[in-house]
């Protein structure tokens, strides 16, 4: 398994999301399906004020990992936007596995994390 750390780059599948039937933690993103004339499809990530996140395929860098909740970053898009997802969406949009370890040291939280990907 190869190990790596936050700021790592990683492709967002929006169609698996799409179909592993999609149901935002928070109900603030939804995704948009467009199917042409031709038969293309395309799988857009938005957010509730219709704010393109994320299109299909595209790379996003892991910015945090808190709770449960994996926060990316759209660097391609002009303005960058972030977005999170729930473990579980991450692992779905992207086929890599997280496990996160926290270490409590004096009064300060020290978040030690290490990213497994399979």
């Not at 660097?75 to 936007?81: F, H, N, W």
Request: charged share 20%; hydrophobic share 35%.
């Amino acid at each position: 398994m190869k190990k790596t750390n936050i700021e790592q780059t990683v492709s967002v599948s929006i169609e698996s999301l799409f179909k592993d039937e999609f149901n935002s933690y928070n109900y603030f993103l939804y995704i948009d399906h467009t199917i042409e004339s031709n038969g293309n499809e395309y799988f857009d990530l938005y957010d509730i004020f219709g704010n393109l996140l994320c299109m299909d395929g595209e790379e996003c860098i892991v910015k945090n990992i808190s709770n449960g909740i994996v926060t990316l970053g759209n660097e391609y898009d002009t303005p960058a936007t972030d977005f999170s997802l729930t473990l579980n969406e991450f692992e779905t949009a992207t086929g890599t596995t997280i496990k996160a370890w926290f270490h409590q040291q004096t009064n300060k939280e020290i978040l030690w994390r290490n990213l497994l990907w399979t």
